[in-house]
């Protein structure tokens, strides 16, 4: 794997890499050339192949894919680079800025046959596999919430955007629904709001309520300027089920109550980056399709979207009204030919997400 991004989240990922026995580190981008340096020593690695920009990289004929770890805004631009090259490209979270260009990377996928998956690196917990076991078990979910309080001076761009607690945190949150409720949003009611004692110069609270398919509910009530009893960067979670309540504390093992269950088993799967490395390679390995896959993610970040454009507007906002608007601009907005008529040839943006329908497309 070749890693574009060497600053905080790239070390973390330069240290998975080096510690995993199924994937190798064999260059390394970033603008800042003296820290893609230090990245590389502190990784025992002070020989690895570096540049400014992946086309500058003398790229090893070995390598299989990129690994993007650049900040939201470069995203498309260094993953769409990377996917023309012949390469399979595992993201950081967002796949972009906005749905429209992800609906572009999704085509470009196409376009190239490279698999693309966006590291939901919150997704890879252990008792989270836990929790969504027992509430499947339990019967079909009624409401499901998740309630994040946390008190973070992060300093930099997230305490100066309109919604930092949204667009930077709670997609985690959304994504894990899905993954939990295994079915798609449809439509979302949010109230976003920045209380008087904030440090942050947009909206650090928000509470959302997600309308599912099946008639489910998702509930998310979150703060980021909420000192003391802080929750996990999980949040805490409860699902209501027709057969029990099951409670998931973001840490620990989750608990069932109303049917007298005992200990909840956990799997050893690797966690968090590392378990989206793993599920990565193993896509690439058998051709299964991942979690994160892009067509699939576009919905986690519709939701965000959704959630914003309620919040600003004070409506309920329908998640194929976001879709399908962010169709029309992405037909718009890509000059590229191939691409543009992929797009085209969906006709819709749902049709272009739905699952059927790309393996129709594929074949």
């Known amino acids: 794997m070749?890693?574009?991004?060497a600053g905080g989240m790239g070390r973390a990922w330069l240290e998975t890499l080096v510690r995993s026995a199924d994937a190798d580190i064999v260059g390394l981008v970033d603008l800042d050339l003296g820290s893609a340096r230090e990245a590389a020593a502190s990784i025992g690695r002070p020989d690895l192949p570096i540049a400014r920009s992946?086309?500058?990289?003398?790229i090893d004929p070995g390598?299989?894919?990129v690994l993007n770890v650049t900040v939201p805004a470069a995203h498309h631009a260094v993953t769409t680079q990377a996917l023309l090259l012949g390469l399979a490209v595992l993201s950081e979270?967002?796949?972009a800025p906005t749905v429209a260009e992800a609906l572009s990377l999704a085509a470009t996928a196409e376009v190239t046959g490279q698999l693309l998956m966006v590291?939901?690196?919150r997704r890879y917990f252990r008792q989270l596999a836990a929790f969504r076991r027992e509430v499947r078990n339990t019967g079909p979910v009624g409401l499901l919430s998740n309630q994040f309080f946390r008190a973070a001076h992060f300093g930099g761009f997230r305490e100066e955007m309109a919604y930092p607690l949204l667009v930077d945190m709670a997609i985690h949150p959304f994504d894990v629904a899905r993954y939990l409720l295994g079915c798609e949003p449809v439509a979302v009611y949010c109230d976003s709001f920045n209380p008087s004692w904030s440090w942050y110069a947009g909206d650090a609270s928000a509470v959302a309520l997600f309308e599912f398919e099946g008639d489910a509910r998702f509930e998310y009530t979150g703060s980021w300027c909420s000192p003391g009893a802080e929750t996990s960067w999980n949040g805490s979670w409860r699902a209501s089920t027709a057969g029990a309540t099951v409670l998931w504390d973001g840490e620990g093992a989750p608990v069932i109550e109303g049917t007298g269950a005992a200990?909840?088993?956990?799997d050893d799967a690797p966690e968090e980056i590392a378990g989206a490395l793993a599920e990565f390679v193993t896509a690439l390995r058998s051709g299964a399709v991942p979690w994160g896959e892009i067509h699939d993610n576009v919905g986690s970040l519709a939701m965000v979207e959704a959630a914003v454009r309620s919040a600003s507007t004070r409506t309920r906002i329908l998640i194929a009204d976001v879709v399908e608007l962010a169709y029309s601009q992405a037909l718009a907005a890509d000059e590229r030919a191939a691409v543009h008529d992929q797009l085209r040839g969906w006709g819709s943006g749902s049709a272009g997400l739905d699952p059927a329908a790309r393996l129709e497309r594929l074949a």
């Open 263 to 266: 200990d909840i088993a956990a």
């Open 54 to 58: 992946l086309t500058d990289l003398a």
């Open 119 to 121: 590291s939901q690196s």
């Open 63 to 65: 390598a299989d894919a």
């Open 2 to 5: 070749v890693q574009i991004g």
């Open 93 to 95: 979270k967002p796949a």
